[in-house]
């Protein structure tokens, strides 16, 4: 059973540029969310997507969007990129139905550079 | 609102020693608590949670955490430290609405093993 599969691994862009990240979540599991880990800190929340809509969004400008398709996939975009947006991009994703207790799995991100 | 906080931004313990990180938590309702791991650069691993069955929670690689919620704490432990748990800690905390959740992580605890 493959996990939750992200891609690309790495990425480098410009600062002004646009990057598309790609997330496959596990087998079962329908709701995927996105977080920014910056280098020394912890996950913070960017936003959750269920049955295609973005269902709760955390502090995050609207340069960051995203998208999630029929078979629970999704895309994170970042518009106009600065070099604050350098950070590891974590896909998680959870089954619906009992998700506040049970726990979110994680991809192993991508490391995107800004330069 | 609900949050956590880790006490100590790095732990260094020698091998064969106790492990203690510590982790405190917000919240107005009953919590579902979480401890990730995260190794050099990779995603999140699931160590343990907590989802009130029970108040000794034991995880994965020898890890065990104890809630008490006289204390609002999720400390983690583990009885004698090997090489292989040098890594990055993350306490989380689980947070929902009618149509989402999110997880909430701490700042993280970065875990140095000495020979």
């Known amino acids: 059973d493959a996990g939750v599969t992200q891609s690309p691994t790495h990425l480098i862009k410009t600062r002004g540029q646009q990057v598309t990240l790609r997330c496959s979540p596990k087998?079962?599991?329908?709701?995927v969310s996105w977080y920014q880990q910056a280098l020394g800190q912890g996950p913070q929340f960017i936003f959750q997507?269920?049955?295609?809509?973005?269902?709760q969004r955390g502090n995050f400008p609207d340069r960051f969007s995203g998208h999630q398709f029929p078979n629970y996939s999704s895309e994170l975009n970042v518009n106009a990129l600065l070099l604050g947006d350098s950070a590891l991009y974590l896909c998680?994703?959870?089954?619906?139905?009992?998700?506040?207790?049970?726990?979110?799995?994680f991809g192993q991100g991508t490391r995107l550079t800004v330069v | 609102a609900q949050s956590v906080t880790q006490l100590g931004s790095h732990v260094s313990v020698s091998e064969g020693a106790l492990v203690l990180l510590r982790c405190n938590y917000s919240?107005?309702?009953?919590?579902?608590l979480f401890w990730y791991v995260q190794y050099p650069n990779q995603g999140l691993q699931l160590l343990l949670k907590?989802?009130?069955?029970?108040?000794l929670v034991k995880g994965i690689n020898g890890f065990e955490a104890e809630f008490k919620k006289s204390e609002t704490s999720f400390h983690l432990t583990k009885p004698s430290a090997h090489m292989s748990d040098a890594a990055e800690y993350f306490c989380?905390?689980?947070?929902?609405?009618?149509?989402?959740?999110?997880?909430?992580f701490g700042s993280g605890t970065r875990l140095s093993i000495r020979p």
């Open positions: 998680a994703s959870r089954p619906r139905q009992g998700i506040m207790n049970t726990e979110a799995f």
């Open positions: 087998s079962g599991h329908d709701t």
């Open positions: 997507y269920y049955e295609e809509e973005e269902r």
């Open positions: 907590y989802t009130s069955a029970a108040t």
């Open positions: 919240s107005s309702v009953p919590p579902y």
């Open positions: 989380a905390v689980s947070v929902s609405w009618s149509s989402a959740s999110k997880i909430i």
